[in-house]
């Protein structure tokens, strides 16, 4: 009787223990699981300051963690990934501070491209020094000095809005070519370093630049660099994930997706397989061609797609592009996975995935009627 209630005593003393440990935590303490506009600062000010990638969807996921631990180790805060009261004053304080500095940059580089140039005449004033890579998707203050200093050379004729679109990347390219660099559309160091010479000295790229760049890209009439064409309507396949497409697919095995409003393809690898299919781009070039098709941004919007099985059959499903948790390429460009999803029950659907489930339920059985005038109605 006597160990027993030494037992019960122990579970209530470790449940007290962790209740404290969790109410310890400021209210204000934003970390791993959180969601929410508060979420959406948070991660806006890492991206500003280079630590974060894509763009703030409000959602703390391990890429935000990582990204807090970052910032507090450079700054010398306990590197937990908790973003406490401290963390986040001092990561707003610069953060503010960044852009503040951005903007007294972009008025006195908007009047013209020389005035740009004796803005940025430090060698390191442009970037502060700080060389993170700039992706598509970023946005912020280091976009807009990069859109600037990419104007400065003559790279760059869109507006300067902060925001790392399909036209920056084709800039970026443009200038990468002009300075003989690897043409991947990623603001990285040597690229960084390299804007920021080359506006110190005012020098404009060559128009034999441009050319080059065009040619190194997609063209517009929408082809895909993978070539693949769109399937004949008649060979499409309705085919249900848990029936017909999972048992059929392993890990590493690759999906072909083409985008009928856009007829851009590409290539990606499967990566796990639970309610639907989580893949990563193969390539850069499938990364690039991807977010292409999405407008130039990582978004979680919806596209209607044509799935390639690794059996050569076609099927309908859908996807998005936004990067999320694990992955295992790491020269694609992609920081995370994507979902690619296939029709399902519905009554399964909203039982367990009640939200972006049957969000994308709903689309392909649109996608479906569509094409065949058929109502699906499992």
């Known amino acids: 009787m006597r160990k027993r209630s030494f037992f019960l005593f122990g579970i209530i003393l470790a449940l007290f223990v962790s209740m404290s440990a969790a109410s310890a935590l400021d209210k204000s303490t934003l970390y791993n699981g959180c969601n929410g506009e508060e979420v959406?600062?948070?991660?806006?000010?890492?991206?500003?300051?280079?630590?974060?990638?894509g763009y703030a969807d409000g959602v703390f996921g391990r890429n935000t963690e990582n990204a807090v631990r970052k910032f507090q180790s450079k700054n010398h805060l306990n590197s937990d990934g908790l973003a406490g009261?401290?963390?986040?004053?001092?990561?707003?304080?610069?953060?503010?501070?960044?852009?503040?500095?951005?903007?007294?940059?972009?008025?006195?580089?908007?009047?013209?491209?020389?005035?740009?140039?004796?803005?940025t005449a430090g060698n390191s004033a442009l970037f502060g020094g700080n060389y993170a890579t700039i992706r598509i998707g970023a946005s912020g203050s280091r976009v807009r000095s990069?859109?600037?200093?990419?104007?400065?050379?003559?790279?760059?004729?869109?507006?300067?809005?902060?925001?790392?679109?399909?036209?920056?990347?084709?800039?970026?390219?443009?200038?990468?070519?002009?300075?003989?660099?690897?043409?991947?559309?990623l603001a990285g160091k040597k690229t960084l370093q390299a804007l920021e010479k080359a506006v110190s000295s005012g020098k404009k790229i060559k128009a034999s630049a441009s050319a080059g760049s065009v040619s190194s890209t997609s063209s517009s009439?929408?082809?895909?660099?993978?070539?693949?064409?769109?399937?004949?309507?008649?060979?499409?396949?309705?085919l249900h994930w848990y029936n017909d497409v999972k048992p059929s697919l392993r890990n590493?095995?690759?999906?072909?997706?083409?985008?009928?409003?856009?007829?851009?393809?590409?290539?990606?690898?499967?990566?796990?397989?639970?309610?639907?299919?989580?893949a990563e781009p193969l390539t850069r070039e499938d990364t690039d061609t991807m977010v292409k098709a999405f407008g130039g941004v990582y978004t979680w919007d919806v596209k209607k797609v044509y799935v390639r099985l690794p059996n050569g059959t076609w099927t309908i499903g859908t996807t998005h592009d936004h990067p999320h948790d694990a992955n295992t390429i790491k020269d694609n460009g992609f920081d995370g996975h994507l979902c690619v999803h296939f029709l399902r029950n519905m009554a399964e659907t909203e039982e367990l995935d009640p939200?972006?489930?049957?969000?994308?339920?709903?689309?392909?059985?649109?996608?479906?009627?569509?094409?065949t005038g058929e109502d699906i109605d499992i």
Request: net charge positive.
């Open 40 to 53: 959406k600062k948070l991660q806006q000010a890492l991206i500003d300051l280079g630590y974060l990638g």
């Open 355 to 371: 939200n972006y489930g049957v969000t994308n339920q709903k689309a392909i059985r649109s996608f479906w009627k569509s094409l």
């Open 252 to 278: 590493s095995q690759h999906l072909q997706i083409y985008d009928p409003s856009t007829k851009l393809s590409w290539t990606l690898k499967i990566l796990s397989r639970g309610r639907h299919c989580d």
């Open 85 to 119: 009261k401290k963390t986040q004053e001092l990561l707003f304080a610069k953060a503010s501070s960044s852009s503040s500095s951005s903007s007294s940059s972009s008025s006195s580089s908007s009047s013209s491209a020389s005035s740009a140039s004796s803005s």
């Open 221 to 238: 009439s929408g082809s895909s660099s993978s070539g693949v064409s769109a399937p004949d309507s008649s060979s499409v396949k309705l």
């Open 146 to 185: 990069l859109q600037q200093a990419l104007s400065a050379v003559g790279a760059y004729s869109g507006t300067v809005d902060g925001k790392f679109g399909s036209k920056t990347q084709e800039a970026v390219k443009l200038f990468q070519t002009s300075e003989k660099l690897t043409s991947d559309g």
